[in-house]
């Protein structure tokens, strides 16, 4: 019986002359483009300076600034309405104000005082552009000190400081992004799909006609779950394919873990798509339900911004999130080639969230009304 | 005219009837905002910190001290040998190992001691600012703690910098995201609503019907908008009540600039919709075009959340050609600048062009599928 039904579903599947190209295209869409757009980095802060001073150390501060590769000169002026100006049409991201008599109370007094403003509408832009600047203002300075006192002899107590980057070394955003990029794309096709399968045959009538047959419950949801079940598989090597050959990125463990994780992972998500299924009386109602979901479990995941930085009862609710668990997984195995016994918690979280969901689509699908 | 309002109504009943969709509807855009506002955030704070501190000296420990007061991090576990470093990471969600030199606070006087930062770079953003707050905190550790130096002179010179972060001095992430995600729920109930409910009329053969009767089938087709628009106008409202008593994201410029844009913003999503309804033949169809060819540039290429000029430059072409790249520069010029119309006056202009051409496209491409 079961052989039969799901032929059906992959018969209806294929007469549709939309959804096996959206199979391919999606992921191809979706890892071709959003790692190079989906990228925290700030750089190429658009810098305005104002110079009242013009002088050899001024000039030689600003030289250095514009030649650090963070900044890009969009503006030298004299008048600071300008300058403000330039920030309000964001020409400009910040403004570097050196006052007259910099180099000489620098020179005579040992101490001249430079201001920053930056535009802060985007906090975290704002708050790193000027720590990048302060960063490079306090470096100068170091240098004319050390100009100054290279007659010094002895050794200065210090301690050097060395930042490492471990598992992704040149900080290559794609390698973050990509492979938890993959979980949304199961999340989407996965979830979505069989979210709109059952009530798509309710709204046409078709289910009608399964439901006067002997088909039991359970064998039903079980013929709508295995065709996601294997989209989900194609879908995922896939997504490998493409890591591969456009990011050379390959997992550092085993593929058999992620496909074993994954496995767990599409049951539950299809699953849950079926539960919502059950509920939705039109395609219509189905879908905002699902999209709704899903735009929270995404952001409560951890795809865009770690968990540990939200709010404390935004990660207690991320427990209850499954995309957390899978994209943990996809970064762990890809980058740090965990094992599965570093794994076990996740393994946990998600085949409890299988269970739980496809007994509750199993026990709210009636066969009658 | 009647007949017009008639069917505004029975489009009314459609959406009302369906308690649920109405529900999400209304819940999304404050939804959304919450998790805008509260749950994302791209400031990196509790970074789980693993020590291999072998020579545990007085300097080495107060800097573990310092680090683990600090809200940026939280200190998870001492490490008793530098091959623990791959399982910590290997296992858990350890951000950064901070791992000291040997005979560290007697190797200072010699130049030679290190501190190793050693972040997990898996994600680049949170790598970049944990290493660099803990280079600071150390810094600051170390220049309490030891002499300035026994051969410096009090010659070493200082510039005193003084820094000002205009327009929002607290830093709040949600004066970022909160006219993005007025961009997109406008989006996402005015384009993608519209597109589906017409092309559900479609599927279910009920457009046939309604054709048939007496009113121009231009007229059908808006009645079915009015609703969404309707709907948009109250989510809009609804968004900036919350913006503005919830998270306290100011609207600082001008109401009427800000209402001006929004309701065209709302034009060109609408026209937007029904451009895709009339290229969709089913719901699932419509849902998908929606969904990919809008939804997703939308989220991802209109700056929302993503900073544009960090795109490749055709990434960043492409982006000029989304309205709601647009619809959020110029809320954000009005709310958090507090700037008037003549600061979105191009803004205006474009958000005006592509309502037109879009609407003009779609009523005419509507025409020729109604043969």
């Given at each position: 019986?079961?052989?039969?039904?799901?032929?059906?579903?992959?018969?209806?599947?294929?007469?549709?002359?939309?959804?096996?190209?959206?199979?391919?295209?999606?992921?191809?869409?979706?890892?071709?483009?959003?790692?190079?757009?989906?990228?925290?980095?700030?750089?190429?802060?658009?810098?305005?300076?104002?110079?009242?001073?013009?002088?050899?150390?001024?000039?030689?501060?600003?030289?250095?600034?514009?030649?650090?590769?963070?900044?890009?000169?969009?503006?030298?002026?004299?008048?600071?309405?300008?300058?403000?100006?330039?920030?309000?049409?964001?020409?400009?991201?910040?403004?570097?104000?050196?006052?007259?008599?910099?180099?000489?109370?620098?020179?005579?007094?040992?101490s001249?005082?430079?201001?920053?403003?930056?535009?802060?509408?985007?906090?975290?832009?704002?708050?790193?552009?000027?720590?990048?600047?302060?960063?490079?203002?306090?470096?100068f300075?170091?240098?004319?000190?050390?100009?100054?006192?290279?007659?010094?002899?002895?050794?200065?107590?210090?301690?050097?400081?060395?930042?490492?980057?471990r598992?992704n070394?040149?900080?290559?955003?794609?390698?973050?992004?990509?492979?938890?990029?993959?979980?949304?794309?199961?999340?989407?096709?996965?979830?979505?799909?069989?979210a709109?399968?059952?009530?798509?045959?309710?709204?046409?009538?078709?289910?009608?006609?399964?439901?006067?047959?002997?088909?039991?419950?359970?064998?039903?949801?079980?013929?709508?779950l295995?065709?996601?079940?294997?989209?989900?598989?194609?879908?995922?090597?896939?997504?490998?394919?493409?890591?591969?050959?456009?990011?050379?990125?390959s997992?550092?463990?085993?593929?058999?873990?992620?496909?074993?994780?994954?496995?767990?992972?599409i049951?539950?998500?299809?699953?849950?798509?079926?539960?919502?299924?059950?509920?939705?009386?039109?395609?219509?109602?189905?879908?905002?339900?699902?999209?709704?979901?899903?735009?929270?479990?995404?952001?409560?995941?951890?795809?865009?911004?770690?968990?540990?930085?939200?709010?404390?009862?935004?990660?207690?609710?991320?427990?209850?999130?499954?995309?957390?668990?899978?994209?943990?997984?996809?970064?762990?195995?890809?980058?740090?080639?965990?094992?599965?016994?570093?794994?076990?918690?996740?393994?946990?979280?998600?085949s409890?969230?299988?269970?739980?969901?496809?007994?509750?689509?199993?026990?709210?699908?009636?066969k009658?009304? | 005219?009647?007949?017009?309002?008639?069917?505004?109504?029975?489009?009314?009943?459609?959406?009302?009837?369906?308690?649920?969709?109405?529900?999400?509807?209304?819940?999304?855009?404050?939804?959304?905002?919450?998790?805008?506002?509260?749950?994302?955030?791209?400031?990196?704070?509790?970074?789980?910190?693993?020590?291999?501190?072998?020579?545990?000296?007085s300097?080495?420990?107060?800097?573990?001290?310092?680090?683990?007061?600090?809200?940026?991090?939280?200190?998870?576990?001492?490490?008793?040998?530098?091959?623990?470093?791959?399982?910590?990471?290997r296992?858990?969600?350890?951000?950064?190992?901070?791992?000291?030199?040997?005979?560290?606070?007697?190797?200072?006087?010699?130049?030679?001691?290190?501190?190793?930062?050693?972040?997990?770079?898996?994600?680049?953003?949170?790598?970049?600012?944990?290493?660099?707050?803990?280079?600071?905190?150390?810094?600051?550790?170390?220049?309490?703690?030891?002499?300035?130096?026994?051969?410096?002179?009090?010659?070493?010179?200082?510039?005193?910098?003084?820094?000002?972060?205009?327009y929002?001095?607290?830093?709040?992430?949600?004066?970022?995201?909160?006219?993005?995600?007025?961009?997109?729920?406008?989006?996402?109930?005015c384009?993608?609503?519209?597109?589906?409910?017409?092309?559900?009329?479609?599927e279910?053969?009920?457009?046939?019907?309604?054709?048939?009767?007496?009113?121009?089938?231009?007229?059908?087709?808006?009645?079915?908008?009015?609703?969404?628009?309707?709907?948009?106008?109250?989510?809009?409202?609804?968004?900036?009540?919350?913006?503005?008593?919830?998270?306290?994201?100011?609207?600082?410029?001008?109401?009427?600039?800000?209402?001006?844009?929004?309701?065209?913003?709302?034009?060109?999503?609408?026209?937007?919709?029904?451009?895709?309804?009339?290229?969709?033949?089913?719901q699932?169809?419509?849902?998908?075009?929606s969904?990919?060819?809008?939804?997703?540039?939308?989220?991802?290429?209109?700056?929302?959340?993503?900073?544009?000029?960090?795109?490749?430059?055709?990434?960043?072409?492409?982006?000029?050609?989304?309205?709601?790249?647009?619809?959020?520069?110029?809320?954000?010029n009005?709310?958090?600048?507090?700037?008037?119309?003549?600061?979105?006056?191009?803004?205006?202009?474009v958000?005006?062009?592509?309502?037109?051409?879009?609407?003009?496209?779609?009523?005419?491409?509507?025409?020729?599928?109604?043969?």
């Amino acid at each position: 019986m079961l052989k039969y039904l799901i032929e059906k579903e992959f018969k209806q599947l294929r007469r549709n002359s939309f959804l096996p190209r959206m199979i391919i295209m999606f992921p191809l869409m979706i890892l071709l483009f959003i790692p190079l757009a989906a990228n925290f980095e700030v750089k190429n802060i658009n810098l305005e300076i104002i110079d009242h001073d013009h002088s050899r150390l001024s000039g030689q501060l600003i030289q250095k600034v514009s030649s650090s590769g963070y900044f890009i000169l969009s503006g030298m002026t004299e008048n600071y309405d300008v300058a403000m100006k330039s920030i309000e049409m964001d020409r400009s991201d910040a403004l570097l104000v050196i006052p007259s008599g910099f180099e000489r109370k620098l020179l005579r007094e040992h101490s001249a005082d430079v201001n920053i403003s930056a535009n802060a509408v985007n906090g975290t832009k704002g708050a790193l552009g000027t720590s990048y600047l302060s960063a490079i203002i306090l470096d100068f300075t170091a240098e004319l000190n050390s100009l100054g006192n290279n007659s010094g002899t002895g050794i200065i107590p210090s301690v050097e400081i060395l930042p490492r980057y471990r598992f992704n070394p040149y900080l290559r955003y794609p390698v973050f992004m990509v492979p938890a990029l993959m979980v949304m794309l199961l999340t989407m096709i996965c979830g979505f799909l069989p979210a709109l399968n059952i009530v798509g045959e309710k709204e046409k009538g078709t289910l009608e006609q399964i439901n006067v047959t002997p088909v039991k419950r359970f064998t039903l949801i079980l013929s709508k779950l295995i065709p996601y079940w294997i989209i989900g598989f194609v879908v995922l090597t896939l997504c490998f394919i493409i890591a591969r050959v456009v990011y050379s990125l390959s997992p550092a463990g085993s593929l058999l873990t992620i496909y074993v994780f994954a496995s767990v992972f599409i049951l539950g998500i299809s699953g849950f798509g079926l539960v919502i299924s059950n509920y939705g009386k039109t395609l219509q109602q189905a879908m905002f339900m699902m999209f709704f979901f899903i735009i929270t479990f995404i952001f409560l995941s951890g795809l865009y911004t770690p968990v540990s930085s939200m709010e404390q009862w935004a990660q207690y609710f991320s427990l209850f999130v499954p995309l957390r668990y899978m994209i943990e997984v996809l970064r762990q195995v890809y980058l740090k080639g965990s094992q599965f016994s570093d794994l076990l918690i996740q393994l946990l979280a998600l085949s409890g969230f299988a269970l739980f969901f496809n007994a509750w689509a199993i026990l709210s699908y009636r066969k009658s009304e | 005219m009647k007949q017009f309002i008639a069917f505004i109504k029975k489009e009314f009943h459609h959406i009302f009837r369906d308690t649920w969709t109405m529900i999400i509807l209304l819940i999304l855009p404050v939804l959304m905002l919450i998790l805008f506002g509260y749950a994302l955030s791209t400031e990196v704070k509790n970074v789980r910190v693993a020590i291999y501190d072998p020579s545990k000296d007085s300097l080495s420990e107060e800097i573990v001290r310092r680090l683990e007061s600090s809200e940026y991090f939280t200190l998870s576990k001492i490490l008793d040998s530098p091959f623990q470093i791959e399982e910590e990471f290997r296992r858990g969600d350890t951000g950064l190992i901070v791992l000291f030199s040997d005979n560290f606070y007697s190797s200072i006087l010699r130049g030679e001691a290190q501190i190793q930062l050693m972040a997990d770079g898996s994600d680049p953003n949170s790598a970049v600012t944990a290493t660099n707050y803990a280079s600071a905190i150390i810094a600051r550790v170390l220049s309490d703690r030891l002499p300035a130096g026994q051969n410096s002179t009090a010659t070493s010179s200082r510039i005193n910098i003084t820094t000002n972060l205009i327009y929002n001095p607290e830093m709040k992430s949600s004066y970022n995201f909160v006219p993005g995600v007025m961009g997109m729920v406008i989006m996402l109930i005015c384009a993608m609503m519209t597109s589906i409910s017409i092309a559900r009329e479609k599927e279910s053969g009920t457009m046939e019907i309604l054709l048939v009767s007496p009113m121009k089938p231009l007229l059908i087709i808006l009645s079915k908008a009015v609703p969404y628009f309707v709907l948009s106008c109250i989510n809009l409202l609804t968004i900036l009540l919350f913006a503005v008593f919830l998270l306290e994201v100011p609207i600082a410029g001008s109401m009427a600039a800000l209402l001006t844009v929004s309701l065209i913003y709302i034009f060109v999503s609408l026209s937007i919709g029904l451009l895709i309804s009339s290229v969709a033949s089913s719901q699932v169809m419509a849902l998908l075009l929606s969904g990919m060819a809008l939804m997703m540039p939308a989220m991802y290429l209109s700056g929302m959340m993503f900073p544009i000029e960090n795109m490749p430059l055709a990434l960043q072409w492409f982006a000029q050609i989304i309205p709601a790249k647009w619809y959020i520069v110029a809320a954000k010029n009005i709310m958090i600048k507090g700037l008037g119309f003549s600061s979105i006056l191009r803004e205006l202009a474009v958000l005006s062009v592509m309502a037109l051409v879009l609407i003009t496209v779609s009523l005419k491409r509507f025409k020729l599928r109604l043969e």
